[in-house]
Antibody, heavy 118, light 107 residues
């Protein structure tokens, strides 16, 4: 069955970077894109960006200067990196598979709870 | 960016009730409206895509409707496992955007 499993730190200091790995199973990254979404108390759910099956990316303009998404198809892994973290980046970060029929998310990872604090 | 508004932040209902949750877009999104369920442990599941298409495995008591800027999710015959928060999301234009959510509670 389709699964997305996330791994990453729970605590990061201000100005540091966040790296999360999303390891997928049950489908191929060469056939499906993977999105990243975060949820914070202050801003709710925010779409951050996507890496498409062909490897190209699209980012939310609000994060484009400090966000990077890449992948390794052979390892079924997607890599998320956000730089220059501040306290308001404290949130739950999710990876999610692109739906086959449009811009929606048909399966989600379990979420990575991130706290930015010194 | 397209703004998504869920005017009801919380809703109380009884088991067996028919519940309707509304969502409005700041512009016509051509039926590219999707609904998600989030449980208290953070687990998120797709319920409906493209206004009314039921995702695989989702019970038939969930249905969606709408057009243009106004959409709704209906749960007929509310069950205990449906107690969760529901989000709408527009899939018409990047950046993809979400409503603030409607938390469904038992009366």
């Amino acid at each position: 069955q389709v699964q997305l499993k996330q791994s990453g730190p729970g605590l990061v200091q201000p100005s540091q970077s966040l790296s999360i790995t999303c390891t997928v199973s049950g489908f191929s990254l060469t056939s499906y894109g993977v999105h990243w979404v975060r949820q914070s108390p202050g801003k709710g759910l925010e779409w951050l960006g996507v890496i498409w099956s062909g490897g190209s990316t699209d980012y939310n303009a609000a994060f484009i200067s400090r966000l990077s998404i890449s992948k390794d198809n052979s390892k079924s892994q997607v890599f998320f990196k956000m730089n220059s973290l501040q306290a308001n980046d404290t949130a739950i970060y999710y990876c999610a598979r692109r739906g086959s029929k449009g811009y929606y998310f048909d399966y989600w990872g379990q979420g990575t709870t991130l706290t930015v604090s010194s | 960016d397209i703004q998504m508004t869920q005017t009801t932040s919380s809703l109380s209902a009884s088991l067996g009730d028919r519940v309707t949750i509304s969502c409005r877009a700041s512009q016509d999104i051509s039926n590219y409206l999707n609904w998600y369920q989030q449980k208290p442990d953070g687990t998120v599941k797709l319920l409906i895509y493209y206004t009314s298409r039921l995702h695989s495995g989702v019970p038939s008591r969930f249905s969606g409707s709408g057009s243009g800027t106004d959409y709704s999710l209906t749960i007929s015959n509310l069950e205990q496992e449906d107690i969760a928060t529901y989000f709408c999301q527009q899939g018409n234009t990047l950046p993809l955007t979400f409503g603030a959510g409607t938390k469904l509670e038992l009366k």
